[in-house]
């Protein structure tokens, strides 16, 4: 039996030797490399906060101390100190989630994985402490990269602010995000990271200046008395302690004794205090170190020895196809520029990045700055496309409606992973767009079907230079390409039987769903129109006359049935005076839990089955509704 094996929870690591903490250690990173190649997840992040972590649980009292981790996807060492060790449907339905969960553990808190938003939390969750007269103490372990957050420092602000609260912020600083971390805030973790720490200049300066005779003595209470200026000769770290947090470090994270002492001496501390660890994304895993561009952040399945992934792939994926789209239009327009929130590779910008590096901005995580920035580019002439997952636009919400909208700018979003995500579970769907952004005047969305679509609807999107558009599109493979047999307006029709009753509206990538559900309606005698509106925001002015001639529309959208495409054709209609019946199939207004995506779309009935079955069984819903007495007659 392993080390590993024995921990059934936090006590058990409280009685293992020096000895035996490296050795587990080293089995949790060979169980980490193992399982998680496995199943695909969080590999680099976790192999670097394995002491950290072994640490963090050795000196506090989870759960009545409060651990937190900030996004969440560095918490599957957690995971295994605290009683779960079964990894083998690890993010897949009804395995362990990739992020903390409330429903797998009372050690876990935040789920959500947005990053930023744990120190915010741990204000909170302090303060209620105090109110309520609990003891115990709050953690929250938050990485270099998330720490670029404007929540973050809304959150430092506050907690600096009682002096009296105890709170501990665990930097966990392996010097990236994805990428290496940039900014200002990353220029002075780098300083810090440098020297040997206040507290060992503290003591040099004592020994050292005071020891130095007459003058010293003078020196040293000079320099003491402007503390900041000797805190910044010698070990320039000021910034935190300006703030009014006490700081500790930098510690070698990896070194889980010199961890240990570090947190023990902030547990003491009646006050907030920022531990600065120092790690290594990817530790004790030579390809993970040796991958420049991300230091496998995530991995998909794959082969633990050689690295080669064992998923196959169905051609290119969408990411990709923008990602040689963009250079291309980059070619062709110099003022098209590209902004990213810290995800340069897995958004599709890297080429662009290295054929126009002067082109590109990584603007850390934050999203908000990401839109309000492209407001002010494109009030300077230049056309942004500001690329991020869908499910991280939430976060810009206002500064895309009052900055960018309102202010009527040419700026392009570019919304990867939108739709059912599936595997991160209920925080990475990009599930909400389509329903939130239908508020915004003047915005325009394109869902392409296919990959030909992605390219023509990106350049329509980047002419236009006096409001916002946005295209989304899913994650995964683009799919073979899907023809038009005709036109209305700026529609797309996909299929069209003679005499037709059911309209369909297939919104982006549900146009094969949407296409497989007509031909199992045509095979039950009931006729369809297919069309792609290309783009669902505005709606096109010829949906309601071509819906007028249809006895029932159907909406299928990778999207919030809640306000979503369905809700925006239904809105057009009634102010058309079309009164044509319009069924909305789509993501319910619940929380999704981590799965396949083709998993998740089968539990939602977001299939060709399901939608042809209500459909038809709406028709004949309508049939009985609308001629009361014929069913009658009939049978
Ligand atoms: C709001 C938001 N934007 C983007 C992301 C995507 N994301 C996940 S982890 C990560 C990097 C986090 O870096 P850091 O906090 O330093 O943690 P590390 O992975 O280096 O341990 C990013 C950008 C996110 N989770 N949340």
Redesign the pocket.
Known sequence: MTILERIRGPRDLKALTKEELGELSADVREFLVEAVSRTGG?L???L??VELSIALHRVFESPVDRILW??G??SYVHKLLTGRQDFSKLRGKGGLSGYPSREESEHDVIEN?????ALGWADGLAKARQVLGERGHVVAV????????G?AWEALNNIAAAKNRPLIIVV???????AP?IGGLANHLATLRTTDGYEQALAWGKQVIRGTPIVGKYVYEALHGAKKGFKDAFAPQGMFEDLGLKYVGPIDGHDIGAVESALRRAKRFHGPVLVHCL?E?GRGYAPALADEAD?F?TVGVMDPLTCAPLTPSNGPSWTSVFEDEIVRIGEEREDVVAIT???LH?VGLGRFAERFPDRVWDV????QHAAVSAAGLATGGLHPVVA??A??L??AFDQLLMDVALHRCGVTFVLDRAGVTGVDGAS?NGMWDMSVLQVVPGLRIAAPRDAAQLRSQLREAVAVDDAPTLVRFPKESAGPEIPAVGQVGGMDVLHRDEQPQVLLVAVGVMASVCLQAANLLTARGIGCTVVDPRWVKPVDPALPQLAAEHRLVAVVEDNSRSAGVGSAVALALGDADVDVPVRRFGIPEQFLAHAKRAEVLADIGLTPVEIAGRISGSLAAYDVHRRPGQEKQES
Request: charged share 15%; glycine share 12%.
């Open positions: 969080h680099g992040p976790n670097g906060v900030d996004t996807h560095q994985s947005h990053a930023s938003n938050i990485g270099d990269g998330a720490l670029t957050g929540m966990n600083d392996n010097e990236r995000s994805y971390t790690t994304k230091h952040h929130a810290a995800m897995p850390g995580i934050a999203e991020v997952y499910t991280f939430n976060r990475h």
